[in-house]
């Protein structure tokens, strides 16, 4: 097996089982067991249990991104894909099970504050999709002028929020309707304009 397909499989077995035991109880003889491997073969691929944590959490991320973003890059029309964007990215964290679990187990995967973000870079590359179609919005005349930098992180801020309500704090069917109306908030507005 080659060692790109290799680690693959060594991320998905890791998810898993980081999702079932969490990080403090999963070992590396767990996830080697579940590749029907030994615990010496992984070092082959990660220095140790911290590193293929850090390594299988940001590949999880890596792939919920490269989705939306693909979803987003079908859409021609700026509008929806700002939608697009929104929606997938929370329904795909709706689907994906033991993402969800490592995220309920480990909400630092997203921190409100960061002082230290372990996957600042990706998520900074998901500040950086809403400030791509923020641009484009506004040079298209479809938006209204915003700082494409603080609206693009006030944004993510508040998609983290929701993410943390809905899935660590197990406030979904709350959060399903609070997310529906925070984009109808982000897209149309507060203020009614007046009559001219």
Same mark, same amino acid.
């Given at each position: 097996?080659?060692?790109?397909?290799?680690?693959?499989?060594?991320?998905?077995?890791?998810?898993?089982?980081?999702? +079932? $035991?969490?990080? #403090?109880?999963?070992? !590396?003889?767990? /996830?080697?067991? =579940?590749?029907?491997?030994?615990?010496?073969?992984?070092?082959?691929?990660?220095?140790?249990?911290?590193?293929?944590?850090?390594?299988?959490?940001?590949?999880?991320?890596?792939?919920?991104?490269?989705?939306?973003?693909?979803?987003?890059?079908?859409?021609?029309?700026?509008?929806?894909?700002?939608?697009?964007?929104?929606?997938?990215?929370? +329904? $795909?964290?709706? #689907?994906?099970?033991? !993402?969800?679990? /490592?995220?309920? =187990?480990?909400?630092?995967?997203?921190?409100?504050?960061?002082?230290?973000?372990?996957?600042?870079?990706?998520?900074?590359?998901?500040?950086?999709?809403?400030?791509?179609?923020?641009?484009?919005?506004?040079?298209?005349?479809?938006?209204?002028?915003?700082?494409?930098?603080?609206?693009?992180?006030?944004?993510?801020?508040?998609?983290?929020?929701?993410?943390?309500?809905?899935?660590?704090?197990?406030?979904?069917?709350?959060?399903?309707?609070?997310?529906?109306?925070?984009?109808?908030?982000?897209?149309?507005?507060?203020?009614?304009?007046?009559?001219?």
């Amino acid at each position: 097996m080659r060692k790109k397909e290799n680690i693959e499989k060594i991320y998905s077995a890791a998810l898993a089982v980081f999702a +079932e $035991y969490g990080y #403090k109880k999963a070992t !590396l003889e767990d /996830i080697a067991g =579940r590749m029907g491997m030994t615990k010496g073969n992984l070092y082959v691929y990660s220095k140790n249990k911290e590193d293929l944590y850090r390594q299988t959490v940001s590949n999880a991320l890596l792939k919920w991104q490269a989705m939306v973003r693909r979803r987003v890059e079908r859409e021609s029309d700026v509008k929806q894909q700002f939608l697009v964007m929104c929606y997938k990215a929370v +329904e $795909y964290l709706s #689907k994906n099970d033991h !993402l969800r679990q /490592i995220l309920v =187990r480990d909400p630092d995967i997203f921190p409100m504050f960061p002082i230290i973000d372990p996957y600042q870079k990706i998520n900074q590359a998901s500040v950086e999709m809403i400030k791509r179609i923020l641009v484009r919005g506004m040079r298209e005349g479809r938006f209204r002028e915003v700082d494409p930098e603080k609206t693009s992180e006030i944004i993510f801020y508040i998609y983290k929020m929701l993410i943390i309500r809905a899935y660590i704090k197990e406030e979904k069917k709350e959060i399903q309707e609070m997310f529906g109306e925070t984009i109808e908030l982000i897209t149309t507005g507060l203020f009614i304009e007046p009559d001219a």
